[in-house]
């Protein structure tokens, strides 16, 4: 079985937390649950963006940059996973699996 390229795990985590997003009525939940939902779309798109980018890079300084750049957004939405793990937005199977695709993300890098 062929392995992913970090960039197809970053599609596959955008759109499994775009389908969790779009399984909740956003306008009908409490401010604090709404936020993180949002910030948590928000920050797979940008990673999948910054996981594009990496791949396109055309020097090994600008690899570099984009990885800390990268490293960073991971690292926001690793906690943001876990913020709507402990709001019971996600299940704890959920949580693991996108933890663990940030995490293989992280190391790709």
Do not use: H, N
Not at 34 to 55: F, I, N, S
Not at 75 to 101: H, M, R
């Amino acid at each position: 079985m062929k392995q992913k390229s970090p960039f197809e795990l970053a599609i596959d985590l955008q759109g499994q937390v775009g389908r969790l997003v779009r399984s909740y009525d956003i306008d009908s939940l409490p401010a604090e649950e709404r936020e993180t939902l949002m910030a948590l779309k928000r920050q797979a798109a940008e990673v999948r963006l910054d996981m594009r980018d990496y791949g396109l890079a055309e020097t090994a300084a600008a690899q570099q940059r984009l990885a800390a750049e990268t490293r960073a957004r991971l690292q926001e939405l690793d906690t943001l996973i876990l913020k709507a793990g402990s709001l019971d937005l996600i299940g704890a199977a959920d949580v693991a699996q996108f933890s663990a695709i940030a995490q293989q993300l992280m190391s790709d890098l």
